[in-house]
């Protein structure tokens, strides 16, 4: 089949690589436009875009998916199918109606569960055990049509959303490689998902990964990883944001501490929350590297006091 792929951010990249790699044509990319990056803030390309330069594959890069010019050159293009992963913009209808397969997007979660921007980061703070992906044919509505394929993955009890992630773009290209196969072979049929089990995933905005030690020691260690690595999960010490990498649960902790409180030992620096201290792993304070918080405490002269809010 003749493709049009949409993707922007480096989880779409696999994706694009498999179909690159298959019986199929991957004739233009459609991606975010180039956007500000770095301390210089100069306009860098997508990774989308990057690979498909490599590729030497048009792009195009609308401001809006219902620019007229952009709807034009799709038109022109006719293509078979249009796979998805990540694009990052609504798709009008004008846009929809033109491939003659529709739009196939890729999406991080066993649907209906977790439909939205954010399906991993959601999982992880909810606990889930099992998560997946599913390819379906994209409507209108949010990531509510019908379903061509599924695959599972568990998720470990220390798994990031950066970690999941990209276990489940590798293993989610393969998936849309395989629908796009059973598109043009004309042996895959949607079918319509489940009524039960719909939840929702928006966007996680940094206001969201504030921690906050008045919650059990499972849910704050669960934020943490849920935010790990955007929007990245961050508390105040002395009136600073003060950035954290996963912590570690420490029910076997042999001192009692405060929601926020610190203790720090030679080899750990434990924060005190609802339930049993965690042990704090990486740190970043405002305006400085990243460094193990056993470093940062002891650069500091700790008072009664201090503890993190």
Same mark, same amino acid.
């Given at each position: ?9 480096? %989880? ?18 459609? %991606? ?125 009890? %220390? ?151």
């Amino acid at each position: 089949m003749k493709l049009v792929f949409a993707g922007t951010p480096e %989880t779409s990249v696999p994706s694009l690589e498999a179909l690159l790699a298959s019986s199929h044509e991957v004739v233009a990319v459609v %991606t975010r436009p180039d956007a500000p990056a770095g301390r210089g803030r100069k306009l860098v390309a997508s990774p989308v875009a990057q690979r498909a330069e490599e590729a030497g594959i048009e792009i195009l890069r609308p401001a809006k998916a219902r620019d007229p010019e952009f709807l034009d050159r799709l038109r022109e293009i006719a293509p078979d199918c249009c796979p998805v992963v990540a694009y990052g913009a609504l798709l009008p209808r004008e846009a929809l109606d033109i491939p003659r397969h529709g739009w196939v997007n890729l999406h991080f979660s066993l649907l209906p569960a977790w439909r939205g921007a954010a399906p991993v980061q959601h999982a992880v703070l909810h606990g889930d055990d099992m998560t997946g992906a599913a390819t379906f044919e994209i409507e209108e509505g949010l990531d509510t049509g019908p379903v061509y394929g599924v695959l599972t993955e568990p998720i470990l009890p %220390t798994d990031t959303s950066g970690e999941l992630l990209g276990r489940l773009a590798v293993a989610g290209a393969r998936l849309l490689s395989d629908t796009m196969d059973g598109i043009e072979a004309g042996v895959l049929e949607p079918r319509p998902q489940p009524a039960e089990g719909v939840s929702l995933a928006p966007k996680i905005k940094p206001e969201d990964a504030r921690i906050d030690w008045t919650a059990p020691a499972h849910r704050v260690d669960r934020l943490v990883r849920a935010c790990t690595p955007a929007p990245g999960a961050w508390t105040a010490f002395r009136d600073q944001r003060l950035k954290l990498g996963p912590v570690r649960p420490a029910p076997d902790a042999e001192v009692s501490l405060a929601p926020g409180e610190l203790h720090v030992t030679k080899k750990a620096v434990l924060a005190g929350t609802a339930t049993h201290p965690v042990a704090l792993g990486q740190v970043q304070p405002q305006g400085k590297r990243l460094m193990n918080a056993a470093d940062w405490a002891r650069g500091l002269d700790l008072t009664a006091k201090d503890a993190l809010h």
